[in-house]
């Protein structure tokens, strides 16, 4: 793209989260003039601690903060899969240098916020980025020279193009597919724990999933291990509607019964919960349209089970990036290919965590399947399986639709 054509367009990013501080990096470095919309009267993330895989770190460097991210990082030694009924190993990965040597990045965990500010330094710090929080965007419209999109005052905001970042509940998304979102009935329940807190037989450099039937609990190290993320999941009684408040250690509780005691006594630990009801979508075959698309969770969202909802977004950014620069700024042209290369990836990846959190959750003879699958595998056989998700490359992001 020329630098006069390129300087001479803008496009608006809705939402302020970590799809939308990247996407609007991977704009600027185009040269491309970015406003991004944010309804929270300041730009933060929320929520605890989240898991980075190689292809994050590959689309973190394709965005130039790489560097930022590893000094807020904890990299661990392996993953592991333990069972929760009777504590015995079923999967030992390790995740050090054998699997940086594999796929060129290291695997590691990070508190949520301290990957928002490593993509937020780089965007405040762009001329091109300019900022508006406190405004929510309640509607859209586009013709063929641009879109105008409407906050809840009713100020409108004219550009080239329009980048739905604003999350599940997505305005964009509404204004473009109006579809429905899929309750999971799957509750999920975040603490961080100081490591004083933590019991020191848990005090592992790893991200542990310990799988129990209907129910499973996370932990890894956060913040040069000052601090563990702790993640307990299960399957609720009630009715759910998709949403996040304040979360009692009593229901905790009552879902781990028959839990075996060392990863149980990780319940009491935190002084205080998050609660989210989580949901999905099913895939759709088309997500732009004209100048208007979407990126990350109002993209594909995806339950938690394969760690790679932020790692989607992050890739998401890098790709659409690539196709603004392969089309010369032409944004219906850029959002296609975008699209071409994100649906049937971020749809395999959101299959598999659906399929991945059945795994998990087993019981009674599935769990006994569960315990036997990987039996024997060697590491290069974990790297093997895990190469179409963890191997993807900034400079690959859209081959086959080039």
Not at 43 to 69: P, S
Not at 82 to 87: L, P, R, T
Not at 131 to 151: K, L, N, S, W
Not at 193 to 221: E, S, T
Request: include cysteine.
């Amino acid at each position: 793209m020329s630098e006069t054509n390129s300087k001479s367009r803008r496009v608006l990013v809705i939402g302020g989260g970590i799809g939308g501080l990247a996407a609007a990096l991977a704009l600027a470095r185009q040269g491309i003039r970015v406003q991004l919309l944010e309804q929270a009267p300041e730009i933060k993330e929320i929520g605890a601690g989240i898991q980075l895989a190689a292809n994050a770190f590959n689309a973190l460097d394709a965005l130039g903060v790489g560097a930022a991210a590893r000094s807020r990082s904890v990299f661990t030694d392996t993953m592991m899969l333990m069972d929760a009924i009777d504590a015995h190993e079923v999967v030992r990965i390790d995740v050090g240098a054998p699997y940086r040597a594999r796929f060129g990045n290291p695997y590691a965990v990070i508190h949520r916020a301290d990957i928002h500010l490593s993509i937020l330094e780089a965007v405040q710090d762009h001329p091109l980025i300019q900022f508006r929080t406190d405004t929510q965007v309640c509607g859209m419209e586009q013709d063929a020279d641009g879109v105008t999109v409407i906050d809840q005052h009713g100020e409108r905001y004219r550009a080239d193009a329009v980048i739905g970042c604003d999350g599940v509940k997505s305005e964009i998304r509404k204004a473009l597919i109006g579809d429905e979102h899929r309750v999971t009935g799957h509750v999920v329940y975040r603490a961080v724990v100081d490591v004083a807190d933590m019991p020191k037989d848990l005090q592992i450099n790893a991200p542990v999933v310990w799988a129990g039937p209907h129910c499973h609990l996370v932990h890894y190290p956060l913040r040069g291990g000052q601090q563990y993320n702790l993640v307990v999941t299960f399957h609720s009684r009630e009715q759910e509607e998709w949403g996040v408040r304040e979360g009692s250690k009593e229901e905790v509780l009552s879902y781990f019964e028959g839990i075996h005691p060392l990863p149980h006594q990780m319940l009491d630990r935190p002084k205080s919960w998050k609660r989210w009801a989580t949901a999905d979508r099913d895939p759709v075959e088309r997500w732009s349209f004209g100048r208007a698309t979407i990126l990350g969770d109002a993209a594909h969202p995806m339950t938690q089970y394969l760690a790679q909802g932020a790692c989607q977004a992050l890739e998401d950014a890098v790709t659409l990036g690539a196709a603004v620069a392969a089309t010369d700024g032409d944004f219906e042209a850029a959002f296609k290919l975008y699209e071409q290369a994100r649906i049937p990836r971020t749809a395999r990846v959101l299959y598999s965590a659906r399929e991945m959190g059945r795994i998990y959750h087993a019981k009674g003879v599935e769990r006994q399947v569960r315990n036997s699958m990987w039996v024997g595998r060697t590491q290069e056989q974990f790297y093997d399986a895990l190469q179409w998700l963890h191997g993807w490359r900034a400079e690959d992001c859209l081959k086959g639709v080039v």
